[in-house]
């Protein structure tokens, strides 16, 4: 046996049991779950229902399965061998084992399917439940008892590691990721998995930026991260990708924009300049000499404000354009904050993609010129354009970006990204280049972890991560990065 290459969920697990106020069927949370995370895993999956299901139901499981591109399949006891007939025509794939996922008072319906090499996996009511969190059983291997439906993917890993192959569908490197979920010990996902690679910046409750000493201490977590963090204090072989402690940097914008200062090394060799922007830390907009400290700061109007704790939190990406000095003192930003240099950039932003020792970058528009956006400001007497970094901004529709690839200095930027690696010791980070128009030079306006690699084709990206984790967990070095065009 090849491992599970597809599953099938009974309408027994997914629908909640009784409709909801409205007289409308609804899906179970933890099914929910399940169907997210088994829709990027590269299985098989489908949806299962019989006749006697009201129409509603019905209707609520065939849009389910539009939106998450599943099969839906009809499932009647008394033509088993037809259902797993029309499975095995529609997925096509003898390479491994079926799964059907049904709910405990289901389990007889179809015990007959054992026979025909399925394997079953019964979703245990709650008052039947064990202490036992899963078994394959001494009697029967083919039937498989569950408490929790997030426990799903976890026992897909489980059953496919133990046929000697990858967990879910594997790529052709053997690449796959298994999702955790804080609705289980955590220790017992972490017995299946080889490494962890996390984004903990999601989880973040809190972080007070008073300032950048001890800066573990003051970041706040949800408890499953601190659960997971815990295990991973008492389990030193658990192999992290990337440690926590070296992340923290890239969540305070003062952190990375003093670390951006040593990019000057590396303009020795190359007739154009890589930099970070000119910058200032703020505590109060109303602090009486804030003008001239802009100025001492290399500062002109208009400046770019930001906060200075960069992701994690709801305000993180509320930022500001100044044009007039008098604007700060009613400026809606987070203290404290950092007023950073606004580059002229032509409209067009690099973005670059670290994974390992490998580089990727995407060109992508960006907020017009200064003068322009002076323009559009005039209209509402220069008051400061506030906006949130993590949607859009005005940006030049009609300029072409044919032209971009040949002003980026490629040589350059591909040693200071090597150079951030090593500085900051991530595997996998991303950073955003403009192109000063005045002076060409190259300046990197943000750094960020585990970015969403969108702009990168699957078929290559997925290669690069299995490359940049298996030298992480072998405990390789990796060499000097180049970019991939």
Excluded at 168 to 188: C, D, E, H, M
Excluded at 365 to 374: E, F, G, M, V
């Amino acid at each position: 046996m090849c491992g599970v290459k597809g599953v099938v969920l009974d309408a027994s697990i997914l629908l909640k049991a009784g409709d909801d106020e409205n007289g409308s069927p609804s899906l179970r949370a933890d099914a929910v779950y399940v169907l997210r995370k088994l829709r990027y895993s590269n299985i098989f999956t489908g949806i299962s229902y019989g006749l006697d299901l009201s129409a509603p139901k019905v209707r609520l499981l065939q849009e389910s399965a539009r939106l998450y591109s599943y099969n839906c399949f009809v499932f009647r006891p008394s033509a088993i061998d037809n259902f797993v007939s029309e499975v095995s025509l529609e997925w096509g794939d003898n390479t491994g084992s079926y799964m059907h996922v049904v709910s405990s008072y289901k389990d007889e319906e179809i015990a007959q399917m054992i026979s025909s090499g399925w394997l079953i996996t019964v979703l245990r009511s709650p008052g039947k439940a064990s202490d036992v969190e899963y078994s394959t059983g001494t009697e029967n291997p083919s039937k498989i008892f569950i408490n929790k439906l997030e426990e799903l993917p976890l026992i897909i890993c489980h059953l496919n590691k133990k046929r000697g192959a990858f967990p879910i569908k594997p790529t052709p490197n053997g690449l796959i990721f298994v999702p955790l979920t804080y609705a289980l010990p955590i220790s017992q996902q972490l017995q299946e998995i080889d490494g962890v690679l996390h984004k903990a910046t999601d989880d973040i409750i809190t972080v007070e930026m008073s300032s950048s000493s001890d800066f573990e201490n003051k970041v706040t977590y949800t408890e499953g991260m601190q659960e997971l963090q815990r295990y991973i204090g008492c389990h030193p072989d658990c192999c992290v990708i990337d440690p926590f402690t070296n992340i923290y940097p890239v969540l305070d914008r003062l952190k990375i924009q003093q670390i951006l200062g040593g990019l000057e090394n590396l303009n020795s060799k190359s007739c154009s300049k890589v930099r970070g922007p000119h910058f200032l830390k703020v505590v109060d907009f109303r602090e009486p000499k804030l003008e001239d400290k802009l100025v001492d700061a290399k500062l002109s109007l208009p400046n770019i404000v930001k906060p200075q704790v960069a992701c994690g939190v709801a305000d993180a990406h509320s930022m500001a354009i100044v044009f007039k000095a008098d604007s700060y003192k009613d400026l809606n930003v987070p203290l404290p904050a950092i007023v950073q240099e606004y580059v002229d950039h032509s409209s067009t932003m690099f973005k670059f993609y670290v994974v390992g020792k490998k580089i990727f970058f995407a060109i992508k528009k960006s907020t017009p010129n200064a003068d322009t956006l002076i323009k559009l400001a005039e209209e509402k007497e220069l008051k400061p354009l506030l906006f949130d970094s993590l949607k859009s901004l005005p940006v030049d529709k009609q300029k072409s970006q044919n032209e971009d690839n040949t002003r980026i200095d490629h040589e350059l930027v591909t040693d200071a990204a090597n150079w951030l690696r090593r500085v900051l010791d991530l595997t996998i980070f991303g950073f955003d280049v403009v192109i000063q128009e005045s002076t060409g030079d190259h300046v990197i306006v943000d750094v960020n972890y585990l970015p969403s690699f969108k702009e990168v084709p699957d078929e290559v990206a997925i290669p690069t991560f299995w490359e940049a984790i298996k030298e992480k967990l072998t405990g390789k070095q990796s060499t000097e990065a180049a970019i991939l065009l």
